[in-house]
C-alpha cells in the first residue's frame, strides 16, 4: 500500500435513503427492509433482468447509503471533501429532479469529518424548461457545480440502457439545450458505454470551453467477462473492447477540455463474477485488473486530467473501497508517484471549483 500524505478529495459519490426519498425499491424496502432475504427475492421479481446484471446485487442499493456509511467504508483512509454526483433520482422528471439538490444539501456530513465540497444534479437538456431547472439547482445549494445527464446505451439488448436514445450527447435538441449550461459556465459529467465513446468526442468539440469530466473511464462493458446476451463472450472480443477502448479513449484525451474519473472499475457489467462467487476481490486482484486501464489513461490524458472518484457504494459489491484506493494509488505509483496529490486531490479540486 502505498502512504498518501495528504486528504482525498472523492470527486464521485452517491447518497441515498429509499425510506425517504424517491427510490425505485421505495414501497419495496419500506415493506420488506427487516428481510433482506425476501426483499432481495421480491427486486429480481420486478425489476428487469438486465439491470440487476449491471448492479450485481441489490443490498447496496435498497440500503440507505448516507454520510456515516461512507465514512465507515472508508478505513483509515482520510477524505476530507466529497462531491455528490445524481444517483438517478427516481421517476422524477423537470423541475422536480432539483429536490435531489436539496436532499444532498441537508445531510449532516459534518458529523462524520466530512465536507460536502460539490454536488453534480441533473438535468436534461432536452427539456424546454432546461436553463430554469440549473437555476432552480444553483438557488437550492451553493454547492451546486453542475449536472450528469446519463447517455448508457449498448447495443446488446440486454445490457441495461440507462436512456431513451441511443445517441443521447449529438441529439440535435440535447446539443441545443446544452448551450445554457456552456453559458452558464457548469461543469458536465458524462456517462456512457465505451462504444458510446465518439459522441462525447463529437459534444466536447462542439463546445471546446465546457469543461466535461467522462465518468467511469468510460465503462468497457464486457472487458473481463461475459454481459448481457453476446458481449465479452471470448478471449478475442475482450481484446476487441479493449482495443477500441484505448483508440478512443486516445482521441477524447486530444481534446483538452474532457477530464476523466478513475471511477467505476469494479461495477458488474464490466464482466466481473466477484459477486457471485460470494466475495470480494483483494487488493492484488483489484490492482491487476485496474492497471492495464490507469497506466494507458494516464499515458494519453496525463497527470493533470485525471482524478480519483470512489462510486460508491455501487463498486462495493466486487471489492471494499479501501482496496480500491490502496490498488489505485499503487498502480499510480508505479510511473507517477509525483501525480498522486493531483489525481488523489488537486484536479477535483480545480474542475469542480471547490
Not at 438517478?88 to 444532498?104: C, D, L, R, S
Amino acid at each position: 500500500m502505498h502512504q498518501l500524505g495528504f486528504s482525498i478529495i472523492d470527486a464521485h459519490i452517491h447518497q441515498w435513503d429509499p425510506y425517504h426519498t424517491p427510490h425505485a425499491a421505495k414501497m419495496a424496502v419500506k415493506l420488506l427492509g427487516k428481510h433482506p432475504y425476501l426483499l432481495d427475492k421480491m427486486i429480481r421479481l420486478v425489476q428487469p433482468d438486465d439491470l440487476i446484471e449491471t448492479v450485481g446485487l441489490t443490498q447496496h442499493v435498497t440500503a440507505p447509503y448516507l454520510p456515516k456509511n461512507y465514512k465507515a467504508d472508508l478505513g483509515h483512509y482520510d477524505v476530507d471533501k466529497v462531491v455528490h454526483v445524481e444517483a438517478n433520482w427516481h421517476h422524477q422528471k423537470g423541475k422536480a429532479v432539483v429536490a435531489e439538490t436539496e436532499f444532498v444539501s441537508a445531510l449532516d456530513f459534518q458529523a462524520q469529518h466530512l465536507t460536502l465540497a460539490g454536488i453534480v444534479g441533473t438535468a436534461d437538456p432536452r427539456d424546454a424548461n432546461f436553463k430554469k431547472i440549473l437555476k432552480l439547482h444553483q438557488a437550492a445549494s451553493p454547492l451546486f457545480r453542475g449536472i450528469r445527464k446519463m447517455a448508457a446505451y449498448h447495443e446488446d439488448p440486454k445490457i441495461h440502457a440507462w436512456t431513451d436514445d441511443p445517441h443521447l450527447y449529438t441529439n440535435t435538441k440535447f446539443m441545443k439545450g446544452f448551450e445554457a449550461l456552456a453559458s452558464m459556465n457548469l461543469s458536465f459529467d458524462a456517462w456512457a458505454y465505451s462504444s458510446q465513446l465518439p459522441d462525447i468526442v463529437q459534444l466536447a468539440k462542439s463546445f471546446p470551453e465546457t469543461s466535461i469530466v467522462l465518468d467511469h473511464f468510460g465503462t468497457p462493458a464486457g472487458l473481463f467477462g461475459s454481459v448481457g446476451s453476446h458481449t465479452g463472450l471470448t478471449k478475442t472480443a475482450r481484446e476487441n473492447i479493449l482495443f477500441h477502448w484505448q483508440e478512443d479513449m486516445a482521441e477524447l484525451a486530444s481534446l483538452p477540455n474532457v477530464y476523466t474519473k478513475m471511477s467505476g472499475l469494479f461495477m458488474p457489467i464490466l464482466g466481473h463474477q466477484f459477486h457471485k462467487e460470494k466475495r470480494l476481490a483483494s487488493k492484488t486482484e483489484v490492482f491487476d485488473l485496474a492497471y492495464p486501464l490507469i497506466s494507458h489513461v494516464l499515458q494519453c490524458f496525463g497527470p493533470y486530467r485525471i482524478m480519483f472518484a470512489s462510486n460508491f457504494p455501487m463498486d462495493s459489491v466486487s471489492t471494499s473501497l479501501v482496496n480500491i484506493i490502496d490498488a489505485f494509488s499503487d498502480a499510480i505509483a508505479v510511473s507517477h508517484p509525483e501525480a498522486l496529490s493531483l489525481i488523489f486531490r488537486d484536479n477535483a479540486k480545480q474542475f469542480y471549483r471547490l
